[in-house]
């Protein structure tokens, strides 16, 4: 019970629109934020990798790991670019395709 106050104690609170890339980009990093509740609607591109510019807490919504109406805690790790990134409709989130992007994050 501990570490998990400890990890909400660290998470950083972020908007719904708020992306990855607001953390310095080290590829294998992990990250722990804040989601709000209430959902509002913010872009994401990609499928379980998505690209650093998309938003944290619907990429998280995406992934099966945020309710949208609670939010949460959201951890992520930081990964390098993919040459194509595949959209898809999953959890009630519809993320876009995208080409060749630099830098990518998952959801843990």
Excluded at 24 to 34: H, I, L, N, V
Excluded at 50 to 66: E, F, P, R
């Amino acid at each position: 019970m501990e570490a998990v106050l400890r990890e909400a104690a660290d998470a950083t609170p972020v908007l719904w629109n708020t992306s990855a890339a607001v953390v310095s980009f080290e590829p294998g990093k992990t990250y722990d934020f804040k989601c709000p509740s209430d959902r509002t609607e913010s872009s994401v591109w990609g499928t379980d990798i998505y690209t650093l510019d998309s938003s944290i807490c619907n990429a998280a919504v995406h992934a099966g790991k945020l309710a949208p109406e609670s939010g949460g805690l959201v951890t992520i790790e930081l990964r390098p670019g993919e040459s194509s990134y595949k959209g898809t409709t999953r959890n009630g989130i519809k993320t876009n395709d995208y080409g060749k992007y630099g830098q990518s994050f998952v959801v843990k």
